[in-house]
Every structure is written in structure tokens, then in C-alpha cells.
């Protein structure tokens, strides 16, 4: 599916969200949210494997390029009311795909407007990552965004010092990393702040909970998983194969098949 259009829609706090646009804007559609560490380019090859929806939006989210700053009153409400914005623009979207930080802004969305599928990969909700939030405050706090991807990895992805060092040794996908890691600790932060509602996904008529078979029953990813769970009562729960928690850019391809195959259109 070739990109239509980018767009940007001006939302509360002068701030703006952009969004790029794959297949016939107008279309009944899908529209993605990247979690942390993550941006609207991440999710190219996936949306490259979507056939089910005749649209793909996929949201930058603010504090991430071409979108505008998370703004001194960020919060997880914020997130909501960024997608609620994106909605209202896009109002023939027939599902809402989350992934992990994304998934927790989808669900919580299902819960202010009817919604006829929510798809979330790992979701995650507190207490997810609140361990690294002081060590994440003082990298912020000197601008060592190096420092901000090493503790994103190390501390709350629980990968291995090797992996960081593969990572490192990849100096343009370093530089991306250090730019997505920017938001990371007020993301982190809001994700903490204010407990989730007992429901999520109230007004979803279909809710699918996509977990990695490598996560599965494993923290951080896999617990916080089955704690999101608890909170979505009618949700219908899937196994990616082989995967974890990156399977945007490991298996991009068969997230976008399974994707394919739970579209309830």
C-alpha cells in the first residue's frame, strides 16, 4: 500500500499530530499507534503486509518528528484526546492497532467513543518501567540521550549489554534511536501518573490482544500483558509466533498477516 498524504491536525496545548496516510483516505480504514521508541516510519514494512483495510493511518505522536512537542501538560490523557483528534479527522476508521504504549492509548479510546475492533500488541499499563523513571529523569535532565536508549533496553526491555552494543554499532539507527528516546522519560512518566479506568475498551464491539509466543507469562512485557488483560473483559487473546516484543521490525511481515487475518470487516 503506496502513502497517500501526510497530514497534520492541530491538537490542544499548541502542539500538532501528524499522520501519514497509506491507500484512500476516505476509505473505511485502520489506523496504528506507535508506543515508545517508536514512529510512524517503524511500522512501514508492516503496513506494507495490511490488505484487510482499504486505509492505513499511522500516527506520529507528539514529541516524535514531524509531530509538534508533548507541551508542559502532557499526560496519558493527552494521548487520548491526540488519537480522539485523529478520529474525528479520519471518521470512516473501522479498527484502532496499538503497540505497547499505543495499545494502552487504544484501549483507553474504546472507552470515550464506540469503536468496532481495538487491536493491541503488548499493551502495557502501570506500573510498567516505573523502576527506570528516576535513572531516565537525570538523562533527561543532561540531554544524554545515549544514556536514555541504554536504560530503555537494559533496565525496562531487560535485553542484554551485547544487544545495546549491536545496537550502538549501527550509528544511523543509533541517531534514530537517541531522537525517539527524547519523550521517553515524560512518556514513561504519564504512563505512571494516573491509574487506568477498571474497564478499557468499554465501547469496542471486538477487542484483540496480540502478545509474542517469546513473552508470554515473562516480564516486563508478558506480566504487564496480563495485567492489561484483566482490565478488557470481552477481549479475544492471539500468539505471534517466535516473536517478542519488537515484532514490528523483526517480523513485519507476519504482524501484518496476522493483522489481516483478526480484521472483523
Not at 6 to 24: F, I
Not at 139 to 167: K, M, P, Y
Not at 254 to 265: D, K, R, V
Amino acid at each position: 500500500m503506496e502513502r497517500t498524504i501526510q497530514k497534520k491536525l492541530a491538537v490542544d496545548g499548541d502542539s500538532w499530530v501528524a499522520v501519514d496516510v497509506y491507500g484512500e483516505p476516505d476509505a473505511p480504514g485502520l489506523v496504528i499507534v506507535p508506543g515508545v521508541m517508536s514512529d510512524a516510519l517503524s511500522w512501514r514494512q508492516v503496513v506494507d503486509a495490511i490488505a484487510a483495510w482499504q486505509s492505513v493511518v499511522v500516527v506520529n505522536r507528539r514529541g516524535r518528528t514531524p509531530s509538534g512537542p508533548l507541551t508542559d501538560s502532557y499526560s496519558l490523557r493527552t494521548e487520548v484526546e491526540d488519537l480522539g483528534v485523529v478520529l474525528d479527522e479520519f471518521d470512516s476508521t473501522r479498527a484502532l492497532f496499538g503497540w505497547s504504549y499505543g495499545g494502552l492509548i487504544t484501549l483507553l479510546a474504546a472507552n470515550d467513543r464506540p469503536i468496532p475492533q481495538v487491536l493491541a500488541y503488548e499493551p502495557v499499563m502501570r506500573p510498567f518501567g516505573r523502576h527506570a523513571v528516576p535513572d531516565l529523569k537525570s538523562a533527561a535532565e543532561t540531554a544524554d540521550w545515549d544514556r536514555c536508549v541504554e536504560i530503555v533496553n537494559r533496565q525496562i526491555s531487560g535485553f542484554s549489554a551485547a544487544h545495546v552494543e549491536d545496537l550502538q554499532a549501527d550509528q544511523h539507527g543509533w541517531a534514530a534511536l537517541r531522537r525517539l528516546s527524547e519523550p521517553l522519560y515524560a512518556e514513561l512518566g504519564a504512563l505512571n501518573a494516573a491509574p487506568p479506568p477498571d474497564v478499557m475498551a468499554r465501547q469496542a464491539d471486538q477487542v484483540d490482544l496480540i502478545i509474542g509466543q517469546c513473552n508470554r507469562g515473562t516480564a516486563p512485557y508478558g506480566t504487564s500483558f496480563d495485567d492489561v488483560r484483566q482490565h478488557v473483559a470481552h477481549a479475544a487473546v492471539h500468539e505471534l509466533a517466535g516473536q517478542g516484543h519488537l515484532a514490528h521490525i523483526q517480523a513485519p511481515a507476519e504482524l501484518g498477516h496476522l493483522l489481516n487475518n483478526l480484521a472483523a470487516i
